[in-house]
C-alpha cells in the first residue's frame, strides 16, 4: 500500500504498521466497537509527527489520533471505511521535567497517567485527576476528564499549565505554550481550543501540567443518605465542617454496588446482615497535614456521629472503613455492570443540587417505559455528574433491540438537557457515539462558530472522525 | 452628532452620553493616561447592546468596551482620536441568581466586585479573587486576574463556569454557555476564546461563577526569609506542612514596605525599632473550619517557631499580628509608591523557584545602569508573579526620559522573557500601553493564528484598541 511505504521513508519501518502487522489492539475501542485503520503511524519524535502529518495533508489522508486508547466515544478509534491514519502517540512518552519547587511537570502527551504518577510519588506530589482508566496525557487533555475528586482539585483544564500543539494545515503549524507559568495573560490562550476537543482541532504533542502534594492521610466512609433530596444538602455541610478536607462525594446506587459486589469476590461486602442501601454517599477526606495536625478519622466519625444522631437526620447509616476497601466498591462497578448483559451507557451532568431530582425522574421513566431494564447508575455527587448506565440483561423479557436502544437514549438525553439544562456529555468528550446528539443539543450559533474555528485549524478537515459544525 | 443621535434613538437617550455630557471619568484610565470618547453607550440589556453593535458593525465605528474602567493596560480607554465609541456595561449589573446549594452566581458583566461579595458574604460564600481594585466581573474575565490568593483559588478562569457572549460580526451573534455545570465536555469550550482578551473577540455580558465558602479563620504573618534563595523552600515547607490552608505567600521588598508605611500613617510600623528588613513574605492560612478544629494562630506560630529555631533557618525572623493590619501594609504599596515619582511598572512572572534568581539580576542591571532610580517592588511568591515597579524620583539627578524608560523596558522584559522564560503581562492582560512587547515577544505562527481568530469573531476589526495579529 503506497501510505504505508510513504510514511516508512518518512519515519523509518518501525514507525509505521500496516493491516498485514494486526492492528487490532489499535482498532478496537476500550469498552465499545472497532473500527479498520489504513495504518498506524507511531513518531518518535514531534518532527516525525508534523512529517506524518504534512503528508496528511497533501495526499488528502484523514487522521484519528490516539494516545492510550482508553476513550469511550469513539473519537480516538477509525470508522470502518478503512481510510483513515492512526496517528498513535504511544511512542512519544517521555516524562521531560519534574521541577519539585514549582510543583509542575513536562511530559509529552504519549506518557501515561500511571507512568506520570509513579514518577511523581518519588516528590510526594501527583496529578490529581482520579480515573478508573489508565489514559495518556494528551488524551486527558482532548477529552478534559474529570474523575472522581474533581470536587477538590478540578478537571485536566485547570491543571494544565501549557501546551504543544500540531495544526493540521500545509506546514504543520507547531502552536507552543510551555512556559509553565501559573500567571500569563500576554496573549490569547490558544491551548484552550483544544482542551475537550477530542483531537478534531489540533494534535497535542506536550503538556505543561500543575501537580498537587500527595496527601498523608486519608478518611473514608460510606454514608446512607435519609433521603435523596437530603444529599446536596449532606454535601454542603460536609463542604462547610470538612472544608479544605473534602476530597471526594460519589454516588452508588444499590443495582450499582450490588454489580460491584458480585463481580470481585475479593470485595467484602461492608453493610450488615448483606443488604445493599437504596442510595450510597463514599465520602473522603484528605490532607498533607499529619494526624498529629489533626486526625481525619477521628474527625469524620465525630461528624457522622453528630450526623446520625440529630433531631432530622440527614444521615440514616454510616461506616468508616479502609479507604482502599471502600474505594474497591467503586472502582469495581464499571465491569461489575459490564458483566451483567449488554450496557447503553450515559455519561451525564446537571446543576448538582438538581441530580436527586434527575435521578428520581429518569428512573421512573425508565421503569414505567422498559420495565425490563435494570438501572446501575453511580456519579459524583460534588459536581453534579451521573454515570446513568443501563442493562439490557440477557434474560430479559424483551430481546435487545437498536430501535428501543434509540428511544431510550432520546428519553434520558432530552430530559437532563431540555428539562434539567444538563450536559449529553459530562467527562467523555465527542466522538462518533454521541456526535448525533451535539448536533441535536448545540444552537446553529455555536455549531456556526465551531466549524469556522475547525475550518481555521485543519483547513481541509482531515483530523479527527466527526464534525463538530 | 450623527453617532449619537442614531444611538439614542436605538436604545433612549439615557443610554448614550454625548461628548458635550462631560466623559472624563469613562475616558481617563484607572492609573495611567487619557483618550478622548465618539461617546458613551450604555445599553441596559443585551438586547440594546446588540443594537448598538450591530450599528457599529454597519457603519464601520470602533468599538471599546469597558466595565469599572479599574484596567492598567488602557485595553478599556478610547485612544486620542475621538473616534472610539465606549461600550460601558455598568447598566448590566444585575446579580441574577446566586445558587448557595451549587455554590454558583450567575451574574451580568457590569457587576462589580464589591457589590457580588456583599451579596454572597450573607451566604458565607464569596467570590475568590482578591485584588486590591474593584472592577467588573466582565472585566476580570476580559483580563483573567488572579490577584493575591491565587496559590489557593486559582485565576478567573479557573472559577468560571460559562459566559454569555456578542461577537461583532452583522448580527451580533450571542454565543450563550450558561448551564453552570461543573463538568460539560459537550463540544468545544468557547468561552476560554475570551478569556484574558482584553474585549477585542466579544462583548462578555453575562458570566456563570463558581464561588466558595467564606473562611472563618485565618492566621497571618510577617516573614524575613533568612536568605532571598530560600524564599521557595519557605514555600515548598509551607505547602507541605500548611497545606491546604495555605492562601497567600506575598513578597514586599524595602522600599515597597517603606512606601507603604510613609503614605498611610494610620498603619503601625510591625518591625523593631523601625528597621524594615530587605524582603518580607506575608504568610496567611485561612480555614473553614473553626478553631475548636484546629487553631490556625497557634499553628502558625508553631510553625515559626520551628523555622527560626532550625540549624540552617530559612527565616531570620517572623510576627503574627492582625490580619487586617498585615494586609493594610500589602494594599498601601501601590499608593504609597505612585506618591514617590513617577512610576514605571511592571508585571512580570517567571516559574516561581526563578524569582529570587530574576530579582537579584533586575535589581543588579537597575542599579548599575540607572542608579538614580528607586525600585520598589512586590509580588506573589506562590505564583512567580512580581510587580516590578520602579520610580523615578522628582529630585532624581537625571530628569525624567522617555527614551530612558523605552530602554529601561526593555532590559526588564528582555531578561524575564528571553532570559527567564517569563512573561511580561502576568495578570494585567494586552492593551495599547503593552502591545508593542506582545508583538514582539509572540511568535509569528501564534500572531498569525491570533489574527485569524479575531477575523472569525469580529470581521470588520471594530472591537478593542489592539491588533493581535
Known amino acids: 500500500m503506497s501510505a504505508v511505504s510513504d510514511l516508512q521513508r518518512l519515519i523509518g519501518t518501525d514507525g509505521v504498521l500496516a493491516p498485514s502487522d494486526g492492528l487490532e489492539r489499535y482498532e478496537r475501542g476500550y469498552r465499545y466497537g472497532t ?5 498506524v503511524a507511531r513518531p518518535a519524535t514531534t518532527g516525525e509527527l508534523r512529517a506524518v502529518v504534512r503528508y496528511c495533508v497533501s495526499n488528502d489522508v484523514r487522521i484519528v489520533s490516539q494516545g492510550a486508547n482508553t476513550g469511550l466515544v469513539a473519537a480516538g478509534t477509525p470508522d470502518s471505511t478503512g481510510d483513515q491514519l492512526i496517528l498513535s502517540l504511544e511512542r512519544l512518552r517521555a516524562i521531560e521535567t ?20 509513579r514518577q511523581l510519588a518519588t516528590h510526594q506530589l501527583f496529578f490529581p485527576i482520579d ?5 495518556s496525557i494528551g488524551g486527558m487533555i482532548a477529552s478534559n476528564t474529570g474523575g472522581s475528586r474533581l470536587l477538590r482539585y478540578g478537571d485536566v483544564q485547570k491543571n494544565l499549565l501549557g501546551l504543544e500543539v500540531v495544526l493540521a494545515d500545509a506546514d504543520a503549524t507547531v502552536l507552543t505554550d510551555m512556559k509553565a507559568l501559573r500567571k500569563d495573560n500576554s496573549g490569547i490562550d490558544l491551548k484552550q481550543l483544544l482542551v475537550g476537543t477530542g483531537g478534531t482541532f489540533g494534535i497535542i504533542t506536550a503538556a505543561q501540567l500543575e501537580v498537587q502534594r500527595l496527601p498523608v492521610q486519608t478518611a473514608t466512609a460510606l454514608l446512607v443518605p435519609a433521603r435523596q433530596e437530603a444529599i446536596p444538602q449532606l454535601l454542603n455541610l460536609l463542604e462547610a465542617e470538612a472544608g479544605e478536607f473534602l476530597a471526594a462525594f460519589e454516588g452508588m446506587s444499590a ?3 450490588e454489580a460491584a459486589l458480585e463481580h470481585n469476590p475479593r470485595i467484602r461486602n ?8 437504596p442510595y450510597t454517599v463514599l465520602v473522603e477526606l484528605a490532607s498533607v497535614l499529619g494526624p498529629d495536625r489533626i486526625d481525619l478519622s477521628d474527625f469524620l466519625a465525630d461528624r457522622l456521629g453528630a450526623y446520625m444522631s440529630a433531631d432530622d437526620p440527614l444521615v440514616a447509616d454510616g461506616l468508616l472503613g479502609r479507604s482502599e476497601d471502600l474505594w474497591a466498591i467503586r472502582h469495581s462497578i464499571s465491569d461489575g455492570v459490564k458483566a451483567l448483559g449488554r450496557i447503553i451507557a450515559f455519561d451525564v451532568s446537571v446543576a448538582r443540587t438538581r441530580l436527586p431530582a434527575l435521578r428520581a425522574e429518569l428512573l421512573a421513566a425508565v421503569h414505567a417505559n422498559y420495565p425490563f431494564l435494570r438501572v446501575c447508575d453511580f456519579g459524583h455527587g460534588g459536581d453534579g455528574g451521573d454515570h446513568f448506565n443501563i442493562v439490557w440483561p440477557p434474560d430479559a423479557s424483551s430481546a435487545y433491540d437498536a430501535s428501543t436502544v434509540d428511544a431510550l437514549r432520546d428519553l434520558v438525553y432530552d430530559t437532563v438537557v431540555k428539562r434539567f439544562g444538563g450536559s449529553f456529555s459530562a467527562e467523555h468528550g465527542v466522538g462518533p457515539y454521541n456526535v448525533a446528539y451535539y448536533k441535536r443539543y448545540t444552537s446553529p450559533e455555536e455549531r456556526a462558530f465551531a466549524g469556522k474555528l ?10 479527527g472522525n466527526i464534525d463538530f459544525g
Open 35 to 39: 473500527g479498520r485503520a489504513l495504518a
Open 98 to 117: 519534574v521541577n519539585v519547587g514549582d510543583r509542575t511537570a513536562r511530559v509529552q502527551a504519549g506518557t501515561r497517567l500511571s507512568a506520570l504518577n
Open 131 to 135: 480515573l478508573g482508566a489508565d489514559p
Open 255 to 257: 443495582n450499582a454496588v
Open 270 to 277: 461492608p453493610f450488615d446482615k448483606g443488604s445493599i442501601p
Open 454 to 463: 475547525k475550518q481555521l485549524c485543519d483547513p481541509k478537515g482531515i483530523l
